[in-house]
């Protein structure tokens, strides 16, 4: 019997993504692939559309941080039925405001059946705090991590939670010109990069699956709002996907474990993925770094990054879009090998002899550092 063809599929937060730089735009993607792959594994980035979201029963919803560990192979995923999900609010979201994100939690026990505990809310305000690189790229910063931890620690020790929700008061910024931009469906998310601090710091310190949803006051009605930015602003918040991609994202386990009962490997371990598909430019991140697996390029999918496969010395299979990935990914599936596609197939080369001296020392050579290969416009 032919083991889960598995397929990664990665578009980094707060880089500007053509595809996937917006509210779910790649969920198209993700969808489109997850009919190709028995197992797809992505994170919220990609799955997240605000008040929008889509069941896909062979997804792995996986952290950012999460999924670095598990492309290192230091952490294996998984599967469950389904997790009891912590709702951990910042204390600095006003009552009105703290009130409907309540209501949110509500109906997705009533409507959609998902299992969630009491919830907590911080001791301190968290204080985020909004940066963007010179790149263009977004990240941020906590001024209460402290605070942060703990609530989560309490929704795990004192509430049974399995997964936590991380709902935190963003600056408002209703006249910014980055957020306008935003909203046209250009540049860069301005909370995306900030989003990723938090929850990485969550799953890197609690070994839990974590998703986040910024707090903000809503919006002005904008007539030309673009399609790739609607889904942020059908409702008062953000929180329903996260708590529908939390309800059955994977846990983490750190040591392997037997076969289960029907004598397959119940855990995912980085071995067993297939490809891996990231935008050309953004290749810089741990999990294309430590993968080892095919990787697929997508030229389409511009980002503010200028880190590209060649320029780390890996081996990857470039595209121009992802519906010629998709080719791709169908006849690796297949066994078939890519390039038997093409009009025309190089003939074989011979190997270049490498002296035993000279293998030594490439084995022994550091690779370049990842600072001195990232070129930022």
């Known amino acids: 019997m032919t083991r889960p063809f598995t397929v990664g599929l990665l578009v980094p937060t707060g880089v500007g993504a053509a595809i996937g730089g917006y509210a779910g735009d790649a969920l198209p993607v993700a969808r489109a692939i997850a009919q190709v792959a028995d197992r797809l594994i992505t994170h919220p980035n990609v799955l997240n559309g605000a008040s929008l979201y889509w069941p896909l029963p062979n997804a792995y919803y996986v952290e950012g941080y ?37 209501q949110v939690a509500d109906a997705a026990r009533a409507t959609l059946g998902l299992h969630l505990t009491d919830y907590v809310v911080t001791d301190e305000p968290l204080g985020v705090e909004l940066r963007t690189a010179a790149s263009g790229a977004t990240w941020g910063t906590l001024q ?40 046209q469906g250009q ?66 386990v750190r040591h392997r474990q037997g076969l289960d009962r ?15 598909v990231v935008p050309a430019t953004a290749c810089g991140g741990s999990a294309v770094m430590n993968g080892r697996s095919p990787l697929i390029t ?26 010629e990935a998709l080719g791709v990914l169908v006849s690796l599936k297949a066994g078939i090998s890519p390039s038997a596609l093409r009009p025309q197939i190089s003939p074989l080369a011979m190997l270049p002899e490498q002296s035993a001296s000279a293998a030594f020392d490439g084995m022994a050579s550091p690779a370049p550092g990842i600072d001195a290969l990232l070129r930022l416009p």
């Open 66 to 102: 999460g999924l670095d560990q598990f492309a290192a192979g230091q952490w294996g995923l998984r599967p469950v039925d389904y997790n009891r999900i912590g709702l951990l609010l910042d204390k600095a979201i006003e009552p009105d405001l703290r009130q409907r994100h309540l």
């Open 144 to 183: 209460r991590p402290d605070s942060l931890l703990r609530a989560a620690e309490r929704l795990i020790h004192q509430a049974g939670a399995t997964a936590i929700a991380v709902v935190a008061r963003f600056p408002d910024d209703d006249d910014s010109a980055a957020l306008q931009s935003y909203r």
């Open 187 to 252: 540049g860069v998310d301005p909370l995306a990069g900030a989003e990723a601090v938090i929850s990485h710091l969550v799953v890197r310190e609690l070994q839990v699956p974590c998703a986040h949803a910024p707090a903000l006051s809503p919006l002005p009605l904008e007539p030309t709002l673009s399609p790739k930015s609607a889904a942020e602003e059908l409702g008062y918040t953000f929180l329903p996907c996260v708590l529908a991609g939390l309800s059955r994202a994977p846990q983490f």
């Open 262 to 276: 029907e004598g397959a490997l119940s855990d995912l371990w980085a071995e067993q993925m297939d490809a891996l």
């Open 298 to 323: 997508v030229r389409d999918n511009t980002t503010r990054m200028q880190v590209s496969a060649r320029d780390l010395g890996l081996s990857a299979i470039e595209v121009q879009s992802y519906l």
